[in-house]
């Protein structure tokens, strides 16, 4: 399945508690044991989207080259979760939290698994431009495995959802 090259991965980060832009410095950190030729998007701030009672979310997106299965990925984004503090079980769902790691794609892979809870491509990706827009800026011509529709085209679709970019590089 992965082949020598690795399977081309990306993952969606997000903190609203604690100094998110150190933890998403400390996740990238991390994830850089495990992701190869890493490639990272610019830091964006986004207004809360679902549970709107809590402050806005730093954003970015990284990709790169890994070289197991998604379900090893899950348990190592989990680990990075945790080390900052992230409590899956206690949190409110959708509501602050230290660190989100998502899996958004992996490679042209389709699939959904309930134990553990995963599915890819991410449900929610296409109706979030905190994602679409990272994603976009490191991988211009991205597509949809699902759809084949590029994300670009997916992106100019939706509504505004208050995602602005700044300025400040997050990674080397």
Known sequence: MNGDAGTEVVLGL??????SVG??????????SFLRDMRVSS????????????????????AGRFFSSPESLLSLVHNVEAEFGRDRINGIYKGPRTLDVDIILFGDLCFSKKEPDLEIPHKSAKKRLFVLIPLLEIMPDAADPLSGVLFRNIAER??????RKLEEKIWK
Do not use: H
């Not at 964006?44 to 989207?49: R, S």
């Not at 939706?158 to 995602?163: H, I, K, Y």
């Open 23 to 32: 933890i998403i410095r400390g996740a990238l950190k991390l994830i850089s």
């Open 14 to 19: 997000g903190s609203n508690m604690g100094d």
């Open 43 to 62: 830091l964006y701030m986004t207004a809360p989207q679902d549970y709107e009672e809590q402050p806005d979310f730093y954003n970015a997106v990284v």
């Open 158 to 163: 939706l509504p505004d959802q208050g995602v």
